[in-house]
């Protein structure tokens, strides 16, 4: 009898919990719909093509910028992938310091690093070059600049009081679209648990979308990060903040992503489909940017940060199950008009080429 007592508290315990729970995400994602709506979100400057770096820098001196913090990764940086900036600003007399410290998931350990290395070079501008963490952890550390303040006390929602280091961005995947989103996730050094911090002020004031430096990408990667890009644009055309704007960025990415991924997968070196396949990861960013993710991302960032695997790869495990329950709950249209639609069985395909 008493054993049973303490089950029934428990089971009531939790319950209570999880309602609580559930009452706080709902307000929180009734916030960021206010805020998506009532505080502009700007869209940085798009640089797209083979001279896209070399237009970026030069943005970024015509601002008034003398020297850049490169945030960076040990193995890009290896492979000389900066190079293609770093030899631009040499040419133009622009002082610069790399910090390739940055790791998968990067922790608030290696944000601090990054900071700490920028006040001490007296940057006064930041470029990430790479992929989603990359841009993130850069992200972190231009907000934490700008404020002068630790990484920790911008987690949450509108937790800045000034603008961000101005931040541009190189990116070497076509993945996250980190660099068009407000937001930024970075992993508890101890838990491994991701913290994440949103504010319009984080949005890079520039990107360049180069298919040169993305033609070296492994095809696992190519995979990994195209299913993000598929994932980030099929959970903001779901999602109940999506708007007419968003439905458009969204169906263009997914459009490009079923096209251009099985192309950029086979051959690496075919720099129409990188480049797509780079301005559909940005428009996916635009998308979920307003109509924001849902159980995908929700499931898969736990994934990663527990078992390190990859965030497409964990996206791509959750994304078949997800759909299934969202097919038959979503309340758009195309997605009641057959038992199992066309789309979904490209999903699937799609799916089954790049595994």
Known sequence: ?????????????NSLQHAGYLVVAKTRAKVLKAVSYVIPIRRPMLFVGETAC???CDMLINEGNTNVFIVTDTVLNKLGIPAKVTDYLDAKNISY???DGITPDPTFKVVEEGLRQSIEANCDSIIAIGGGSVIDAAKMIAMSQGNKC???????ILKARKP?????????????GSEATLGAVVSDDKTHQKA???????????AAIDPVIMKGMPAHITADTGIDVLTHALEAWMS?????????????AVKSVMHYLPLAYKDGGNLKAREEMGIAAHYGGIAFNKAGLGYVHAIAHQLGAYYSIPHGRANAIVLPYVLDVNRKASKKDWLHWRKE??????????MAIVR
């Open 1 to 13: 009898m008493k054993t049973q007592n303490s089950i029934t508290k428990l089971v009531k315990n």
């Open 54 to 56: 070399d237009e970026l």
């Open 97 to 99: 310091h790399i910090y």
């Open 150 to 156: 630790k990484p920790k006390q911008l987690i949450g």
């Open 164 to 176: 961000a280091t101005p931040l541009y961005c190189v990116p070497t995947t076509a993945g996250t």
């Open 196 to 206: 994440l911090s949103i504010d319009p002020r984080m949005v890079p004031l520039a």
């Open 240 to 252: 109940a903040n999506a708007s007419v704007e968003t439905d458009y960025y969204a169906a263009s």
């Open 341 to 350: 639609p066309v789309w979904y069985r490209m999903v699937k395909q799609l």
